[in-house]
């Protein structure tokens, strides 16, 4: 049912390479702290693009992925994958760097299956770590050089890939770290619960359904969500599945009844009451706002 629909009405990745009059003939585009001023995108998106960043300065402005918080301070490196629906929730001034790319980037290489080898570009991974400052050093030292051949063909997927086997290590580095074992456990149920919840939200929107299939009670659930998340359970799906809606309404002409049979709510007046509930407006007050 929902391949019927284009969600492509609005791009984020080629917005902002048309914004930046960047190369349309590249499947890349950099970003800095100046791209997204004039941008005025304050509302959730969906991805479809791949983008790995480094935040070199910042107090912590909030970006959300689904319905996870992250505040995004120095040192911090952040990645995000196709499908996802994100959104800043302020100005986001800090200095960084930023590539976006999509798989036909690696179109010469023999095989672009290491893509998908990446947890952190996928729902449940770990979208934002915080670096040291010799990772932020190695990291920084192929955005440079990324500057420097952005407009060399042969070379860009060379340098990008090297980002993401470095951003990998760093990642593969701090899951290895020694940690106590009851928070570890907890690290894996809400990584387990936001994948879960990304593939069976549309059909599943109560909490005794994640808790099944992670062997646990949804009172434990919601108490582990609650002590790592800030929210529970429920809360969590209520939200992600209106960051799915918000998207929806902005980024396609998708008509209220076919994004409330998307949702997998019963009826356009269910959708519009669960709505307006959590947004404060009704889907087209959203939608025309």
Same mark, same amino acid.
């Given at each position: 049912?929902q391949?019927?629909? =284009?969600?492509k009405?609005? =791009?984020l990745?080629?917005?902002?390479?048309?914004?930046?009059?960047h190369?349309?003939?590249?499947p890349?585009?950099?970003?800095d702290?100046?791209?997204?001023?004039?941008?005025h995108v304050?509302?959730p998106?969906?991805?479809?693009a /791949?983008?790995?960043?480094i @935040?070199?300065?910042?107090?912590g402005e909030?970006? #959300?992925i689904?319905s996870t918080d992250y505040?995004?301070?120095?040192r911090?490196l952040t990645?995000v994958g196709?499908?996802m629906?994100?959104?800043? @929730?302020?100005?986001?001034?800090?200095?960084?760097?930023?590539?976006?790319?999509?798989?036909?980037?690696?179109g010469?290489m023999?095989?672009?299956?290491?893509l998908h080898?990446l947890h952190?570009?996928?729902?449940?991974?770990?979208?934002?770590i915080?670096?040291t400052?010799?990772?932020?050093? #190695?990291i %920084?030292?192929?955005?440079?050089?990324l $500057?420097?051949? $952005?407009d060399d063909?042969d070379a860009?997927?060379?340098?990008v890939?090297?980002?993401?086997?470095?951003a =990998?290590?760093?990642?593969?580095?701090q899951?290895?770290?020694p940690? =106590?074992?009851?928070v570890?456990?907890k690290?894996?149920?809400?990584h387990?619960?936001r #994948?879960?919840?990304a593939?069976h939200?549309?059909?599943?929107? *109560?909490v005794?359904y /994640?808790a099944t299939?992670?062997?646990?009670?949804?009172? /434990?659930?919601?108490?582990?969500?609650?002590? *790592?998340l800030? $929210?529970?359970?429920k809360v969590?799906i209520?939200?992600?599945v209106?960051?799915e809606?918000?998207?929806l309404l902005?980024?396609t002409?998708?008509s209220?009844?076919?994004i409330c049979?998307?949702?997998?709510?019963e009826?356009?007046?269910h959708?519009?009451?669960?709505?307006k509930k959590l947004v404060k407006? @009704?889907?087209?007050e /959203? %939608?025309?706002?």
């Amino acid at each position: 049912m929902q391949k019927k629909f =284009n969600l492509k009405s609005f =791009n984020l990745f080629e917005f902002l390479k048309h914004q930046n009059a960047h190369n349309f003939n590249l499947p890349f585009f950099l970003a800095d702290r100046h791209t997204y001023q004039n941008a005025h995108v304050s509302f959730p998106f969906r991805t479809f693009a /791949y983008g790995l960043g480094i @935040t070199y300065t910042g107090k912590g402005e909030v970006f #959300k992925i689904g319905s996870t918080d992250y505040s995004l301070k120095a040192r911090c490196l952040t990645t995000v994958g196709p499908g996802m629906v994100c959104q800043w @929730t302020g100005n986001y001034t800090a200095e960084h760097d930023t590539v976006y790319f999509t798989e036909e980037l690696f179109g010469g290489m023999k095989s672009k299956s290491f893509l998908h080898s990446l947890h952190f570009f996928f729902h449940g991974g770990n979208h934002v770590i915080e670096l040291t400052d010799e990772q932020v050093k #190695k990291i %920084r030292s192929l955005f440079d050089l990324l $500057k420097v051949l $952005k407009d060399d063909e042969d070379a860009i997927p060379g340098i990008v890939h090297s980002l993401l086997m470095l951003a =990998n290590s760093f990642h593969s580095a701090q899951c290895h770290k020694p940690k =106590n074992a009851s928070v570890s456990r907890k690290e894996e149920i809400v990584h387990q619960f936001r #994948k879960l919840v990304a593939e069976h939200f549309a059909e599943h929107k *109560e909490v005794a359904y /994640y808790a099944t299939h992670l062997n646990i009670t949804p009172k /434990y659930l919601s108490e582990v969500l609650q002590a *790592e998340l800030g $929210k529970s359970a429920k809360v969590f799906i209520d939200e992600f599945v209106m960051m799915e809606a918000r998207s929806l309404l902005k980024q396609t002409s998708m008509s209220i009844q076919e994004i409330c049979h998307w949702l997998g709510f019963e009826d356009a007046s269910h959708f519009t009451k669960s709505f307006k509930k959590l947004v404060k407006y @009704t889907p087209t007050e /959203y %939608r025309k706002g």
